[in-house]
C-alpha cells in the first residue's frame, strides 16, 4: 500500500479506488437519455471507429471491449462501475452511433415446447 502524491496527498493509497466517482462519469444523469439497457442486453460496436480520442476513458474501454459482444452486467463487471453509470455512458454511445444494442428474446419469441420435444427426439435418434 504505496501513498501516491505529495504529503499532503498521503491519505490515498493504491487501494482506495477510483478518485472520480460514477456521478462525476456520467455528468450526474442517473439514467441514459435514450435506450433501454437490460443486464443480458448485448453490446457490439458498430464497424471500425476511427478514433476514440473524443471519448471518456470508460466509453472508450466500452468501445475497445464490445468488438465481440457482451452483456451490460459483463461491461459493467470489466469496467467495475455500477450497472446505472454503466447504462448512461451506453446511452451516450448509441447516441454517438459507436455501438449497437442487442435485445435478448421474449417470451413470445421463444420455440414452443412442441418444437423442443421434437427436436429432442430428432437428436436423440442420431
Do not use: K, N
Request: contains cysteine.
Amino acid at each position: 500500500m504505496q501513498p501516491t502524491g505529495g504529503a499532503d496527498e498521503a491519505w490515498y493509497d493504491d487501494d482506495a479506488g477510483p478518485v472520480v466517482r460514477p456521478y462525476a462519469v456520467t455528468g450526474g444523469r442517473s439514467a441514459p437519455d435514450r435506450g433501454r439497457f437490460d443486464l443480458i442486453t448485448l453490446v457490439v460496436t458498430r464497424g471500425t471507429v476511427a478514433s476514440t480520442a473524443q471519448l471518456f476513458p470508460e466509453q472508450a474501454a466500452i468501445v475497445e471491449m464490445c468488438r465481440q459482444p457482451l452483456s451490460v452486467a459483463e461491461v459493467g463487471a470489466e469496467l467495475d462501475l455500477p450497472v446505472g453509470t454503466v447504462r448512461v455512458l451506453l446511452g451516450d454511445l448509441l447516441d454517438a452511433g459507436l455501438i449497437e444494442t442487442h435485445e435478448p428474446p421474449t417470451l413470445s419469441e421463444l420455440p414452443s415446447e412442441e418444437l423442443l420435444r421434437e427436436l429432442l427426439a430428432g437428436l436423440r435418434a442420431l
